[in-house]
């Protein structure tokens, strides 16, 4: 048998003696037997463990970016094999799903024909590339991995990020942010916390102001699945201090004043295995507070009532 990584895992069910098995050995990120279990249920409209008689065994491994999948189908004493490649997991596993969802089907026309028919079909060429599930079976993969993440407990989710601001300084400024918080199959809530290097504005008579940003957050987000990635919104409040010191006067001084914001955006996330995962999040900030900063008793600088708010790092759910 070809090395691989992963566990065998076998799923058995309360159920009549020879009931159908489904048995699973791949990589950790590729563990999909629970989610399989329910789209093949979902196509053939009962369970597992109502089937007799028939067992399954999948294999899954990953040669570079390539994913291949065999499939062994054991129909009392008689086995085929098929084998699958794809560019991702979820492809040859959806396409593996409807393989055994249209056994399990054909399950009682196989009993009937002769032992020698029943033997040799499983052993006939096979395609190395299998095409997209049909409709039935997109539907399917949209709603299989929901169901699996619908059991998933809240858990703590960690992040480091690299953020970048237009809201509150003049002008675009680099900084980094960190949360902490809550996550559930379909929300999360967070606390962050963020930093922006300071940002000059060039005044006349060669002075200067400079102005820089701390601030702290609580969002709260919906998410959705697509596939292995997921995609969502988030809604919160920032809360902060904007200072402002100028530059090329007599008396330096340095000036603070609350900032105050409504932040909304939309949340990207991709896994990368081990509870590790990239994140990005992209949005407005609207300013509810705007102080005035002055020199030598001059105005120089107001916030814009909005601005971008973005970042892109990665976090770790445990």
Same mark, same amino acid.
């Given at each position: 048998?070809?090395?691989?990584?992963?566990?065998v895992l076998?799923?058995?069910?309360?159920a009549?003696?020879?009931?159908?098995?489904?048995?699973?050995?791949g990589?950790?990120?590729?563990?999909r037997?629970?989610?399989?279990s329910i789209?093949?249920e979902?196509?053939?409209g009962r369970?597992l463990a109502?089937?007799?008689?028939l067992?399954?065994?999948?294999?899954?491994?990953?040669?570079g970016?390539a994913?291949?999948?065999?499939? #062994?189908?054991?129909?009392? !004493? %008689?086995k085929?094999?098929?084998? =699958?490649? +794809?560019? @991702?997991? *979820?492809?040859?596993?959806? &396409?593996?799903?409807v393989?055994?969802?249209?056994?399990?089907?054909?399950?009682?026309?196989a009993?009937?024909?002769?032992a020698?028919?029943?033997?040799?079909?499983?052993?006939?060429?096979?395609?190395?590339?299998?095409?997209?599930?049909?409709?039935t079976?997109?539907?399917?993969r949209?709603?299989?991995?929901?169901?699996a993440?619908?059991?998933?407990?809240?858990?703590? #989710?960690?992040?480091?990020? !690299? %953020?970048?601001d237009t809201a509150? =300084?003049? +002008?675009? @400024?680099? *900084?980094?942010?960190a949360? &902490?918080?809550?996550?559930?199959?379909?929300?999360?809530?967070e606390?962050?916390g963020?930093?922006?290097?300071?940002?000059r504005?060039e005044?006349?008579?060669?002075?200067?102001?400079?102005?820089?940003?701390?601030?702290?957050a609580?969002l709260?987000?919906?998410?959705?699945?697509?596939?292995?990635?997921?995609?969502?919104?988030?809604?919160?409040?920032?809360?902060?201090?904007?200072?402002?010191?100028g530059?090329?006067?007599?008396?330096?001084? =340095?000036?603070s004043a609350?900032?105050?914001?409504?932040?909304?955006?939309?949340?990207?996330?991709?896994?990368?295995g081990?509870?590790?995962?990239?994140?990005?999040?992209?949005g407005?900030?609207?300013?509810?507070?705007?102080p005035?900063?002055?020199?030598?008793?001059?105005?120089?600088?107001?916030?814009?009532?909005?601005?971008f708010?973005g970042?892109?790092?990665?976090e770790l759910?445990?």
């Amino acid at each position: 048998m070809l090395g691989r990584a992963g566990v065998v895992l076998a799923l058995t069910r309360a159920a009549p003696a020879h009931a159908a098995e489904l048995r699973w050995s791949g990589p950790p990120e590729c563990d999909r037997q629970e989610a399989v279990s329910i789209q093949v249920e979902s196509i053939v409209g009962r369970p597992l463990a109502s089937v007799e008689a028939l067992s399954f065994e999948v294999t899954v491994t990953r040669d570079g970016e390539a994913w291949r999948l065999e499939l #062994v189908t054991d129909d009392r !004493g %008689a086995k085929g094999r098929r084998s =699958l490649s +794809g560019q @991702s997991c *979820g492809e040859v596993v959806d &396409a593996a799903a409807v393989l055994i969802a249209m056994a399990i089907r054909g399950a009682g026309q196989a009993s009937a024909a002769p032992a020698a028919e029943t033997s040799s079909a499983p052993d006939e060429a096979l395609p190395e590339r299998v095409p997209r599930p049909s409709a039935t079976g997109n539907a399917d993969r949209t709603r299989s991995p929901s169901r699996a993440q619908a059991k998933r407990s809240p858990g703590p #989710v960690f992040g480091l990020s !690299g %953020a970048i601001d237009t809201a509150a =300084l003049p +002008g675009a @400024s680099p *900084g980094i942010a960190a949360h &902490a918080g809550v996550i559930g199959s379909s929300f999360r809530l967070e606390l962050e916390g963020a930093a922006f290097l300071p940002k000059r504005l060039e005044l006349e008579q060669g002075r200067s102001a400079e102005f820089a940003l701390l601030s702290g957050a609580l969002l709260g987000c919906v998410e959705t699945p697509f596939g292995e990635a997921r995609a969502g919104g988030c809604g919160g409040f920032e809360l902060g201090s904007l200072s402002g010191e100028g530059r090329g006067v007599s008396e330096p001084h =340095l000036g603070s004043a609350l900032w105050e914001a409504a932040r909304l955006e939309l949340l990207g996330g991709y896994p990368l295995g081990h509870g590790l995962g990239l994140t990005a999040a992209a949005g407005l900030a609207l300013a509810l507070s705007r102080p005035d900063f002055e020199l030598d008793g001059a105005a120089v600088y107001k916030p814009a009532r909005l601005g971008f708010r973005g970042s892109l790092g990665v976090e770790l759910a445990p």
